[in-house]
């Protein structure tokens, strides 16, 4: 298993601004991966962070609006920018740690964000 | 392409009694897995169980097992002795081959009433 720790855990910002959210992992893994869950959803999967190269962004989401970065094997983060009401949601980090079908992925205690 | 069925938007069961949590999935992945996660209010998602497409016994982990119906394509979590600590909402999800990417249902929300 995996230890997750994020930045912050909650918080509330004004529209336009940006907010950077940190994931810390306790190990060293093989993928990183943020997640966006908006109120009473599911999770919908932004991109996936790669360790020396850019992410790999889904459907629907792009690096202007959402960049990441992941400098080493245990640590990644998020910048959700010019934020809108419509980004309020629970950003939640995410680990494998071999690959695989078989392999569980671990989530962080997420970040709620609330934007005015 | 992978999809992840759960069809019971919500649930409610008597605290102590034992209630299942339907999903079923869609993959022409020959090898997968099947992951079941809690998440309560605080917004933490908390792995539960796994169940891989080729292990022949459904797996168990405590209070939790999977119902795993292989020719059915379906993974129902069961809880017994349900406990009021359990109210929350629960996630099935399947992982395939194709590394890294998860799918997830939309989710049931568990209600357990003292």
């Known amino acids: 298993s995996a230890v997750i720790s994020q930045k912050p855990s909650r918080d509330i910002c004004q529209r336009g601004t940006s907010l950077t959210i940190q994931c810390q992992v306790d190990s060293q893994v093989t993928m990183m991966f943020w997640y966006r869950q908006q109120p009473g959803q599911s999770l919908t999967l932004i991109a996936t962070?790669?360790?020396?190269?850019?992410?790999?962004?889904e459907s629907g989401f792009v690096i202007d609006k959402f960049p990441i970065s992941r400098p080493n094997l245990t640590f990644s983060t998020l910048t959700v920018s010019n934020m809108s009401p419509e980004d309020s949601s629970i950003y939640l980090c995410?680990?494998?740690?071999?690959?695989?079908?078989?392999?569980?992925?671990?989530f962080g205690p997420g970040t709620r964000l609330t934007v005015l | 392409a992978q999809k992840i069925t759960q069809t019971q938007p919500g649930m409610f069961v008597q605290e102590k009694e034992a209630v299942t949590l339907d999903c079923t999935y869609d993959t022409s992945d020959p090898s997968y897995g099947l992951f079941w996660y809690k998440q309560p209010s605080s917004g933490e998602m908390i792995f539960l169980i796994y169940?891989?497409?080729?292990?022949?016994q459904n797996a168990t982990e405590g209070r939790y097992s999977l119902n795993f119906q292989k020719a059915r394509k379906s993974a129902n979590l069961v809880i017994s002795a349900s406990q009021l600590g359990d109210s929350a909402m629960y996630f099935c999800?399947?992982?395939?081959?194709?590394?890294?990417?998860?799918?997830f249902g939309d989710g049931t929300t568990l209600t357990v009433k003292p």
């Open positions: 999800a399947m992982r395939g081959s194709n590394a890294g990417k998860s799918t």
């Open positions: 995410s680990v494998e740690t071999r690959g695989g079908p078989s392999d569980t992925q671990y």
């Open positions: 169940q891989g497409s080729y292990d022949q």
């Open positions: 962070a790669n360790q020396g190269s850019e992410a790999t962004y």
